[in-house]
């Protein structure tokens, strides 16, 4: 943690614990500070350069995900402008369901009409899809 925030403008010492002595019964007689080992230090550098690599990482995706959301943001605001009105030059739909039958209500186009004047029924149709 501290090489995280001093970096290589500091000097690190740890406490190595001694030969315990008889006549030195605290812990803080029986330990001293020395230079930290370069294994140490070299295993602290490759820590704090992983945590500043995944910071800019996380930053970078944080921009990302900004801009992705303004994004979202504006296509949702253009799909609000849009409305869907039926066109009223066509004939008036018909509501019906999935299972519907009766000719009555439904008449199909003839097959081998191809101009418009075999149309069927115009439908809206209803239905729950499982």
Known sequence: YAYLQHTKTASYLVRKPSEPSPEAEGAESSSE???AAKAALKKAANFAE???KKAKKEKELAVQR????EERQRVLEDAKK???EEDKSLPHAVR???DEK???VVK???GDSKNGDGRGTRVKVFGRVH
């Open 82 to 84: 849009l409305t869907i």
């Open 50 to 52: 992983q945590h500043e």
């Open 108 to 110: 199909l186009r003839s």
């Open 102 to 104: 009766d000719p009555k």
């Open 96 to 98: 019906i369901k999935l």
């Open 66 to 69: 900004e801009k992705e959301e």
């Open 33 to 35: 500070w020395k230079p």
